[in-house]
C-alpha cells in the first residue's frame, strides 16, 4: 500500500470510529453526507447541532442531519446562544420520530428571556409580541436559501420558532412548534429587512402534518409569501396562552393553499389581511371568536367545516374592497359567546354572532374593541371608518354589498325537496345559488351543502329560482334551508334567512322518519 492510500485510509477509519460524520450509502454525485447529532450540548464540538449546523453550511454538498442523544434523559436541546442560519441543501430529522414518534426538543428558554410576549421585542421601539412587525429571536432561521428540510423535532420557547425568510423549497413536517411567544410558530416571509414585501424569494415552500400549540400565531404567510402550501396541520391555543392571536395569518401573501388543517381558540382561525387568490380548502374551525377574517380579492374558501366559534367567517370592510368566494363550507353551531381579541376577533359584547358576519371592523378600524398589537399605540387620525361612519371617508360593504337570496318556499314530497327564490343583482347578470340544509327547524346556518345552480338576472337585476334536491342526495331531509349566491366575479352574499321545509301530506317528515 502506498503512503497516499495509507493516509486515506487511516483518515477514514478515524472518522467512521468518531461516529459523527458518514457517508450513507454510495458515492454518487446526489449521496448525502450524514451529519450525526449524538450530543444535547451547546458548546460547539463535534457531535453538537450547532456544529452540525456549522459543518453543513461550510460546503455546498447535499448533507442530512441525524440528530440521536447519546446523552440520558429527556432528548432535549437547550441553547445557551442563537443558532447560525442554516444553508441549504440539507435535511434535519430527529431520527426517534420514525421508530417511536418521539421528538427531539430544540429549547430556546436557555437564552430567551422569561416572560410573555414582552419578552419579544418588534422592529418598531416598545412593540412586542405576535401582532407586529418583527423577526426577532427564531429559533431555526432559514434565510436566503433554497432545499431545506426539518423533520422530526419539537421547536419551543423562541420568540419565533423556524424563521422562512426569501428561501424556497423548505419544508417543515411531522414535528411539534410549541409556546414560541413573539412572531409565530413558523414565519415564512418575503421580509427584505425594512418591511417591505419582496414577491418571488418565499415560494414553493410546504408546512405538513404538525402540532402547533400556545404559539402568538401559529403559522404567518407574510410580505410576499407566495405559492406555498400548508396541509394536514393542528393549530391549537389553550388557556395558558397569553396572547392567543390567529392560528394562521396571511398578510400580502398570495396564491398560498390551506387545506387539510385544525384551527381551535384563537381570536381568528385563519386572518387574510390584503393576500389574494388563497385557497383555503377542507379545515376545521372551532372555538375560535372569527373562524375565518377575512379580506383580499379573489381568496376562495371552500369546503370547511366552521362549527362553534362566535362568528363561523367573518369579511371585512377594506380598500381594496374584498372579493371574496365562499362556496359548499359547512357552517354549524356558531353564534357562541367568545370573545378574544388580539388583533383580530371581538371583544365587544354586542358584536355579532352567527354564522356570518359581513363588515365587521378589524384593528385597523375605529370600531374595533381589542388589543392592536402589544406596545401599538393607535392614532386616531390612520384609523379606518365603515360606511355609513365619517361618510364619504369610509369603506363600503365587502363584496360589492351584494345582498342575500330570499328564499320564497320549501317543500319536501316522497321523491324531493323542491325550493323556489328570488335574488337581485347588476342587470343581465350571472349568479351561482347554492343551497344548504339545517336539520334543527330553528337553524339559520349551513350545516349541510345540498345544491347550486346558475341563475340569470333580467335587465333589471332581478331573477326568480328553483332548485330540486332529491332524497338521494341526502341522508336526512333537513328541516330548514338557507342560500348564497355568488356573481361571476366571485364575490358571495351572505346566507339568507332561513326556510323551514314544509313536507307534504302522505310523505315522509323532513325530520326524514
Given at each position: 500500500m502506498t503512503l497516499a492510500r495509507l493516509s486515506i485510509a487511516l483518515v477514514g477509519l478515524a472518522v467512521t470510529c468518531a461516529a459523527v460524520v458518514t457517508r450513507a450509502g454510495a458515492q454518487s454525485p446526489d449521496a448525502a453526507r450524514v451529519l450525526h447529532v449524538t450530543s444535547a450540548a451547546d458548546?460547539?464540538?463535534?457531535?453538537?447541532?450547532?456544529?452540525?449546523?456549522?459543518?453543513?453550511?461550510?460546503?455546498?454538498?447535499?448533507e442530512r442531519i441525524e440528530i440521536e442523544?447519546?446523552?440520558?434523559?429527556?432528548?432535549?436541546?437547550?441553547?445557551?446562544?442563537?443558532?447560525?442560519?442554516?444553508?441549504?441543501p440539507v435535511h434535519i430529522e430527529g431520527s426517534a420520530w420514525r421508530r417511536t414518534g418521539e421528538y427531539v426538543a430544540i429549547d430556546g428558554s436557555g437564552y430567551i428571556p422569561r416572560g410573555g410576549p414582552e419578552s419579544c421585542p418588534g422592529a418598531t421601539a416598545g412593540q412586542y409580541g405576535a401582532n407586529v412587525r418583527t423577526m426577532t429571536l427564531p429559533g431555526l432561521q432559514v434565510i436566503d436559501t433554497d432545499d431545506v428540510e426539518i423533520a422530526?423535532?419539537?421547536?419551543?420557547?423562541?420568540?419565533?420558532?423556524?424563521?422562512?425568510?426569501?428561501?424556497?423549497?423548505?419544508?417543515?413536517?411531522?414535528?411539534?412548534?410549541?409556546?414560541?411567544?413573539?412572531?409565530?410558530?413558523?414565519?415564512?416571509?418575503?421580509?427584505?429587512?425594512q418591511g417591505n414585501a419582496t414577491s418571488t424569494t418565499t415560494v414553493h415552500n410546504k408546512v405538513l402534518r404538525s402540532?402547533?400549540?400556545?404559539?402568538?400565531?401559529?403559522?404567518?404567510?407574510?410580505?410576499?409569501?407566495?405559492?406555498?402550501?400548508?396541509?394536514?396541520?393542528?393549530?391549537?391555543?389553550?388557556?395558558?396562552?397569553?396572547?392567543?392571536?390567529?392560528?394562521?395569518?396571511?398578510?400580502?401573501?398570495?396564491?398560498?393553499?390551506?387545506?387539510?388543517?385544525?384551527?381551535?381558540?384563537?381570536?381568528?382561525?385563519?386572518?387574510?389581511?390584503?393576500?389574494?387568490?388563497?385557497?383555503?380548502?377542507a379545515n376545521t374551525f372551532a372555538n375560535n371568536t372569527f373562524g375565518l377574517s377575512l379580506t383580499g380579492i379573489a381568496n376562495v374558501v371552500d369546503s370547511n367545516v366552521i362549527t362553534g366559534n362566535r362568528v363561523g367567517i367573518a369579511v371585512r370592510p377594506a380598500d381594496p374592497s374584498p372579493v371574496v368566494r365562499l362556496?359548499?363550507?359547512?357552517?354549524?353551531?356558531?353564534?357562541?359567546?367568545?370573545?378574544?381579541?388580539?388583533?383580530?376577533?371581538?371583544?365587544?359584547?354586542?358584536s355579532p354572532k352567527g354564522p356570518t358576519a359581513f363588515g365587521v371592523p378589524g384593528l385597523e378600524h375605529a370600531r374595533f374593541v381589542g388589543s392592536r398589537g402589544r406596545g401599538v399605540t393607535a392614532t386616531t387620525a390612520t384609523l379606518q371608518h365603515i360606511c355609513p361612519d365619517n361618510a364619504p371617508k369610509c369603506q363600503p360593504a365587502p363584496n360589492?354589498?351584494?345582498?342575500?337570496?330570499?328564499l320564497t318556499s320549501a317543500r319536501a314530497d316522497a321523491v324531493e325537496m323542491i325550493v323556489n327564490g328570488t335574488m337581485s343583482g347588476v342587470p343581465a347578470g350571472r349568479y351561482l345559488v347554492e343551497l344548504f340544509g339545517n336539520m334543527d327547524r330553528d337553524s339559520g346556518e349551513a350545516e349541510v351543502f345540498l345544491d347550486e345552480a346558475p341563475v340569470y338576472t333580467d335587465r333589471n337585476g332581478n331573477?326568480?329560482?328553483?332548485?330540486?334536491?332529491?332524497?338521494?342526495?341526502?341522508?336526512?331531509?333537513?328541516?330548514?334551508?338557507?342560500?348564497?349566491i355568488t356573481s361571476a366575479d366571485g364575490a358571495t352574499s351572505p346566507l339568507s334567512r332561513a326556510h323551514i321545509v314544509e313536507s307534504l301530506p302522505g310523505t315522509r317528515g323532513s325530520d326524514g322518519r
Open positions: 458548546d460547539g464540538g463535534a457531535g453538537t447541532l450547532r456544529w452540525a449546523i456549522e459543518a453543513s453550511n461550510a460546503t455546498r454538498d447535499r442523544l447519546n446523552d440520558r434523559g429527556p432528548a432535549v436541546i437547550m441553547l445557551t446562544s442563537a443558532l447560525p442560519p442554516i444553508k441549504g422530526g423535532v419539537e421547536i419551543r420557547r423562541f420568540c419565533i420558532g423556524v424563521l422562512v425568510n426569501r428561501s424556497t423549497r423548505v419544508v417543515i413536517r411531522d414535528s411539534r412548534i410549541v409556546e414560541n411567544r413573539g412572531g409565530a410558530g413558523v414565519m415564512l416571509t418575503g421580509d427584505d429587512g402540532e402547533f400549540v400556545d404559539n402568538g400565531d401559529g403559522l404567518e404567510l407574510t410580505r410576499g409569501a407566495a405559492f406555498n402550501l400548508v396541509a394536514d396541520n393542528v393549530f391549537r391555543s389553550t388557556a395558558a396562552n397569553p396572547e392567543p392571536a390567529q392560528g394562521i395569518e396571511i398578510l400580502r401573501g398570495n396564491d398560498n393553499v390551506v387545506s387539510g388543517n385544525r384551527f381551535e381558540s384563537y381570536s381568528d382561525g385563519l386572518q387574510i389581511n390584503w393576500g389574494d387568490r388563497n385557497y383555503i380548502a362556496t359548499r363550507n359547512r357552517i354549524s353551531g356558531n353564534g357562541l359567546d367568545i370573545m378574544r381579541c388580539e388583533a383580530g376577533g371581538s371583544c365587544d359584547p354586542a360589492d354589498g351584494l345582498r342575500a337570496p330570499l331573477a326568480e329560482f328553483t332548485l330540486h334536491v332529491g332524497r338521494s342526495r341526502t341522508d336526512r331531509m333537513p328541516q330548514s334551508v338557507t342560500a348564497t
